[in-house]
């Protein structure tokens, strides 16, 4: 396949810095040529999730998750929680795709039951299932994925009642029964969920035990406002005293900010304000390669490793949801980076050496997520030129002639039979929003959780831009 301008002008741009040092996209905007056509490029990211959708719904329909390779049906806990159908609902009703919302929202109504006897993890089916119906009830005002909501956040309750109040890793729908007393930062913010369950019920428990677990959380945090990435929950000891921006703790600053634009809980606008002071101030990390946020001890903010991921790329869209558009614009060039060493994104690069220490995509939304906010918030039309070459790349490697399947290495290019509901919920909808009309999404009214399910504001609380 011929080398795409964008693509050529790129690793002109790549190879000059790592001689001279020079920041990757030093050239101005102007040069990389006449954007990609918006309404061309919403429409082929709409027919490729239709692509994806059409599978799942031939091979592993009423299922969680479709294998791409093999064509089977995969639940994650041995039955259906009607993931990838939660997941997917609220991006077809933004794509106007009438007709399969409308089928997986019956299928949902009728068929999905979360009385199971089954341990869950409770962070993912929060931000998957509870924050998927949540929004999806918002969209529609169907009053039995309201109820489906409420049965769900009852169910999760019990996840929460250890001696701190943040909540066990997993807990069983039917009985209540709760293990994993050892979690992660992330795992423990689950308030714009919870919150908006309590807004919507009128019942205040959900709202107030999400938020007294975060609060816990932040209380345990080192001298130097950081927090670990590993908590006890029975005892509030610290298991692990890494501190990054990367999986483990990337959703509670999210959720922090989030918390403060969806409620006005200035409670945690301060956590949020005094937490990415510290951030900024010690796993921050300006190399010849550009800005990058690394890892260091939460106690002593000593640097431990240089590792940034596919994961880590949400974190332009959070500075420039908090107002630091330099921070993110840099952030992203790095990111970009990351993609085009080997034309899709590693899990995990250590950007020192430019090295890959897990070489695995698994359909990441992340970088892409980040790609819209920037457009979003500035117009640039550099990131409709990055979001085109992830949607290049994404086709050229990860589809199949039945649906789209990770990669197990970026290198080889190898496919995994492995298509994760968030490739419906985040991937294809931060794609496609991308390229759609600006007010696809209204940004004074909704938030996005961690899932890209949008959850309306109840305050108008700044900071946010338009």
């Given amino acids: 396949m011929p080398i795409r301008p964008l693509r050529h002008r790129l690793a002109i741009i790549f190879l000059a810095m790592l ?24 429409a082929r990211v709409r027919a490729e999730y239709l692509h994806a959708w059409q599978a799942y719904h031939a091979y592993a329909w009423g299922h969680d998750a479709l294998m791409p390779l093999s064509k089977k049906s995969h639940d994650w806990y041995g039955v259906s929680l009607h993931m990838s159908q939660i997941d997917g609902l609220d991006t077809m009703l933004l794509m106007g795709l009438d007709k399969e919302a409308a089928e997986a929202q019956q299928d949902i109504d009728k068929h999905l039951s979360f009385d199971q006897d089954i341990y869950v993890k409770n962070f993912e089916i929060t931000i998957r ?6 929004s999806e009830y918002e969209a529609t005002n169907d009053p039995q994925l309201l109820k ?10 019990p996840a929460f009642h250890s001696p701190t109040g943040m909540p066990y890793e997993f807990v069983n729908l039917r009985t209540g029964k709760v293990r994993g007393a050892v979690t992660n930062p992330a795992e423990v913010a689950l308030l714009p969920e919870f ?28 001298s130097l406002d950081l927090v670990g990435l590993g908590i006890n929950v029975e005892t509030g000891d ?16 999210e959720y922090l900010l989030k918390s403060w634009l969806l409620f006005g809980d200035r409670d945690c606008l301060e956590m949020w304000q005094k937490s990415i002071v510290a951030i900024n101030r010690y796993l921050a990390e300006q190399t010849r390669f550009g800005l990058w946020y690394g890892q260091a001890d939460m106690r002593t903010g000593a640097r431990t490793t240089h590792e940034y991921g596919a994961l880590d790329a949400f974190f332009p869209a959070v500075l420039a949801l908090a107002g630091d558009l330099s921070g993110a614009e840099a952030l992203q060039r790095s990111s970009f980076q990351m993609w085009t ?21 698994p359909l990441r939304p992340e ?27 994404l086709v050229r490697w990860c589809r199949t002639p039945d649906a789209y399947a990770a990669l197990t290495d970026v290198r080889t290019k190898q496919q995994k039979d492995d298509m994760e509901s968030f490739f419906f919920a985040e991937t294809l909808k931060y794609l496609y929003l991308l390229y759609a009309p600006r007010d696809t999404v209204d940004w004074k009214k909704f938030v996005f959780n961690t899932e890209a399910h949008p959850l309306k504001r109840f305050t108008t609380a700044g900071p946010v831009a338009n």
Wanted: hydrophobic share 35%; aromatic share 10%.
């Fill in 367 to 393: 970088i892409i997520e980040s790609t819209y906010y920037l457009h979003h918030l500035t117009g640039d039309p550099i990131y409709l030129h990055m979001g085109q070459d992830y949607f290049d790349s």
């Fill in 129 to 134: 299932c509870l924050g998927g119906l949540l």
């Fill in 195 to 222: 919150g908006t369950l309590s807004k919507l019920t009128g019942d205040p428990v959900y709202y107030d035990t999400a938020k007294r677990a975060m609060t816990e959380l932040w209380k345990r945090r080192s």
């Fill in 19 to 42: 001689a001279s040092t020079l920041p990757l996209l030093a050239q101005p905007a102007a040069t990389l040529g006449t954007p990609a056509d918006s309404d061309a490029m919403a």
């Fill in 238 to 253: 610290w298991t692990d005293s890494t501190s990054t921006i990367s999986g483990g703790i990337d959703s509670l600053d």
């Fill in 341 to 361: 060493l080997y034309g899709i994104e590693p899990d995990t690069l250590d950007y020192i050496r430019l090295s890959t220490p897990n070489a695995g995509y």
């Fill in 148 to 157: 489906l909501a409420t049965d769900l956040g009852r169910r999760l309750l």
